[in-house]
């Protein structure tokens, strides 16, 4: 049987961008070697400026790297056609979010996810896509916002539905950064709760989910990678990577990491406890 191609391959992989403002040559990512396979749940942690964003392009086809070789769903960047490798892929970020027009219902907010298109395609659409919508939406716990006009949702239900967005085109990789920023406790839990839905609905599916919080990260996530000033710390299986000691390197603070049921936390290690760690 064929080795399946890795979802994602860094290797020396450097993105650099000229700063007027700090009249320089800034490093965003320093010779990142990373690899996704079929199947892996990853999470992406680091503290503001690590990287992540532009690690994201670059796995989104969205980014070309300054030197080194980025390969997604087996099509290397620079040798493909770009427009329709994102055909391939899911993702979801805050611009999207921003872009979509919020007098859309829940469903054709969703619908517009079929063609990876911000305006509603309908002369396009058939019953069928109608039913896998809706079969999304259940799937993420958003089946009661069809009617709800997108801009009149919580954050959280926006979330989810454009999750369900992401997934209208059967992508072969799913891509979310920062999806639960902003929101509150019931709304990151009905966030993680729909991913874990996914993996156990859709376990062929890769994921990448970036996120500065450990509290954020779904039991489903099954790998870590950890960045800081663009570089890799560590990468491999979460609970060899999320360790007190890493993830404190990681963020420049000492930090206490815990695991309870699949669920991570953090905590900052103060004053007698700091000195003693």
Sequence with gaps: MARRAAAIALRGVTVTRWSASAGRELRLLDAVDW???????????GPNGA??????????????????????LGARLGGVDV????????FVDARLARSLRGGYSGLQTVLTGAFNTIILQSRRLTGA???????????VSAGELAGRRFEDCSQGERQRLLLARALMADPE??????PAAGL?????????????????????????????????????????????????LA??????????????????????VSARRGRWAAAVVHGEDAAAA
């Design 35 to 45: 690899t996704v396979g079929a199947g892996e749940h990853w999470v992406v942690l």
């Design 51 to 72: 990287g992540k964003t532009t690690l994201m392009h670059l796995a989104g086809a969205m980014a070309q790297p300054s030197s080194g070789t980025v390969e997604v």
């Design 83 to 90: 427009r329709t490798l994102r055909e391939r892929i899911g």
């Design 129 to 139: 896509h109608e039913e896998r919508a809706l079969a999304l939406m259940a799937l």
């Design 173 to 178: 990789l799913l891509l979310l950064d920062e």
């Design 184 to 232: 509150d406790l019931p709304g990151r839990e009905g966030l993680v709760g729909a991913l874990m839905s996914l993996a156990r609905d859709r376990p062929g599916l890769p994921t990448v989910t970036v996120t500065h919080h450990l509290e954020e990260i779904a039991p489903s996530v099954t790998h870590a990678l950890l960045l800081r000033g663009g570089a890799v």
């Design 235 to 256: 990468a491999g299986p979460v609970a060899d990577v999320l360790t007190g000691e890493r993830v404190s390197a990681c963020f420049g603070v000492g930090v206490d």
